[in-house]
């Protein structure tokens, strides 16, 4: 055949389905305008894959059933991605990728990459830096566009979607567990040096490493002093303040 990968995926991602098409531009607003953001419809996508393919309608009902028919739960996931190598990058070309990921899978579902996560869309830094957006925004708007608040919307909760494949049919709705970060969102938010570095626990503010093992310390401990009771935990209001940080 002469149609090409490429030929294919636009006749995929332009596909028309009950919830709309699979693929479909939308706006992002940051504090100095918006961001174009060209993006996949979950739902769109689910139901033109479990009508084409029998092994993803039967794990998909297998995974309502897990969650005893209710919905499934996902999380988000956003990483960097500069084109070309680490000595020759296109900084100009740096986007950011956003991934959906089910929760509560089978184990062995988790070693097969190509289904562990799912691109959403991708975002360029030029115009995200333009327009003031940082992660966190464009979060909370991807959210918005899978968890539209407005009625006469399809909604990943609030509707889901009907998966059908030959005469089998299975009504799947999606919650939102968590927004993961990476290791550069963590160092951020909670202002930790890395593993590399003096500070590397998130869940302790006062364990430090990567220094010359001491005990007696006023404040600090050192991550391989054997004494627990010396380590000081982060209180739920410091993790919140992270979370409104990022």
């Known amino acids: ?19 709309g098409p699979i693929g479909r ?5 940051g504090p100095k305008g918006q961001v174009p ?20 309608f039967s794990f998909m009902k297998t995974l309502v059933g897990y969650h005893d028919g209710g919905p499934i739960p996902y999380v988000l996931y956003t990483d960097a991605v500069t084109p070309r190598n680490n000595l020759r990058p296109d900084s100009g070309g740096t986007f950011e990728s956003v991934k959906l990921g089910f929760l509560g899978m089978p184990d062995w579902m988790y070693d097969r ?4 996560w799912i691109d959403i869309g991708y975002c360029m830094h030029g115009p995200m ?8 925004m464009l979060v909370r708007g991807v959210i918005h566009l899978l968890h539209p608040a407005r009625d006469g919307a399809w909604d990943l909760l609030a509707t889901g979607c009907i998966l059908r494949h030959g005469g089998d049919q299975v009504h799947v709705r999606f919650r ?7 290791a550069a969102a963590h160092k951020e938010s909670l202002n930790l040096k890395g593993c590399s570095g003096s500070s590397p626990c998130p869940s302790c503010a006062n364990v430090v490493a990567r220094v010359p093992f001491f005990r007696g310390h006023s404040c600090l401990v050192h991550i391989h002093d054997p004494d627990l009771t010396k380590r000081r935990a982060r209180l739920p209001a410091q993790f919140r303040d992270a979370v409104d940080y990022t």
């Open 25 to 29: 531009p939308a706006m992002l607003t």
């Open 37 to 56: 953001f060209f993006h996949v419809s979950p739902l769109s996508l689910f139901v033109k894959a479990a009508e084409r393919s029998q092994p993803f």
């Open 176 to 182: 939102l567990q968590a927004f993961l970060q990476d």
């Open 129 to 136: 830096k333009k327009a003031g957006m940082d992660l966190s």
């Open 1 to 19: 055949s002469s149609e090409t990968s490429s030929d294919r995926s636009a006749k995929y991602i332009y596909s028309e389905t009950l919830y």
């Open 113 to 116: 990459a190509a289904f562990r």
